[in-house]
């Protein structure tokens, strides 16, 4: 029997620039697991951060200006908007984990073992077609949906607006808006999460795949997702009649009690005021909720 749990989190930004200024709670609940692939296969492209009783990531040698979610292309799968990166690490920060931007560091991803196709949120109107990462303030829990256990607002600079007839573009980061631009296009827009779980898949539809067909004056073909438990990233294969995406979902095992996994490498929070980090408390799940200019609704 085929179970869905549908959740709808709208969020709206206030001018683009309603970003917390306070510490962030990091969710390390899943401490417990052996992030290990993680920490040798991310380090040549970036640096461990020891923050609190847990390791976070940031890329190292990208462009000024980059986000995630940034460079790639968008695909749809039996999962929905499955996010194809042409970045090295992208196998495992776009589809595990949350990022969040800090000020002192900038970009950090914050490890998590429950894949999804793309852990973003969406805005969009007739004309343009957004998307923005999903924070740690945003949970995923099988059978039950999104939680957000927290307020919170994505600030202008998460996002990522395209005109939506290039939306399905090899090469998205050409078509992405300016940041003056960008603000008007939000105001604009509607939001919407839409991450299911459906039939033991946890399942991104975003927009409307009707709708992009109808921007883009285009026919979109469903591309099928083959997972490994070991590989090289992710990859684009053409059979004799069907594309498919390979992609890597590894196994973790659980830390033997008394023992710590750790990256081979890795500095500590160098933070004057370091970020608090700490598990969730786990809260009731909420199958409808709405969040408005920063304040929760009753």
Do not use: C
Not at 72 to 83: A, E, I, K, M, R
Not at 96 to 119: F, H, V
């Amino acid at each position: 029997m085929k179970k869905v749990m549908f959740v709808a989190l709208m969020i709206l930004a206030i001018g683009g620039n309603a970003e917390a200024k306070r510490p962030i709670t990091f969710n390390f609940g899943v401490h417990s697991k052996n992030f290990g692939v993680f920490y040798s296969s991310l380090s040549p492209y970036g640096e461990w951060i020891q923050m609190h009783g847990g390791y976070v990531w940031r890329p190292v040698r990208v462009s000024h200006g980059w986000r995630p979610y940034l460079n790639g292309n968008w695909t749809w799968t039996d999962y929905g908007w499955y996010w194809v990166s042409s970045e090295p690490f992208g196998w495992a920060t776009f589809h595990y984990g949350r990022w969040y931007y800090d000020d002192y560091y900038g970009w950090i991803w914050i490890p998590d073992d429950t894949w999804g196709p793309a852990w973003v949120e969406w805005r969009y109107d007739n004309d343009n077609i957004g998307w923005a990462p999903l924070t740690p303030y945003v949970e995923f829990r099988a059978g039950v949906g999104i939680i957000a256990g927290e307020r919170w607002v994505s600030p202008l600079h998460y996002w990522n607006f395209v005109p939506g007839r290039y939306f399905t573009a090899r090469r998205i980061a050409d078509y992405i808006q300016p940041a003056d631009r960008a603000r008007v296009i939000f105001g604009n827009t509607r939001a919407s999460v839409n991450i299911q779980f459906d039939n033991h898949r946890i399942v991104n539809r975003g927009v409307d795949v009707h709708f992009v067909e109808q921007r883009t004056n285009s026919r979109i073909n469903r591309v099928d997702v083959v997972a490994h438990p070991m590989g090289n990233g992710e990859r684009i294969t053409h059979g004799t009649d069907r594309v498919q995406i390979e992609t890597v979902h590894p196994r973790f095992g659980t830390v033997p009690h008394g023992q710590q996994i750790h990256p081979q490498v890795f500095r500590h929070d160098q933070q004057r005021t370091p970020a608090v980090i700490r598990p969730q408390p786990r809260q009731q799940p909420e199958h409808n909720r709405n969040i408005q200019n920063g304040r929760q609704r009753p």
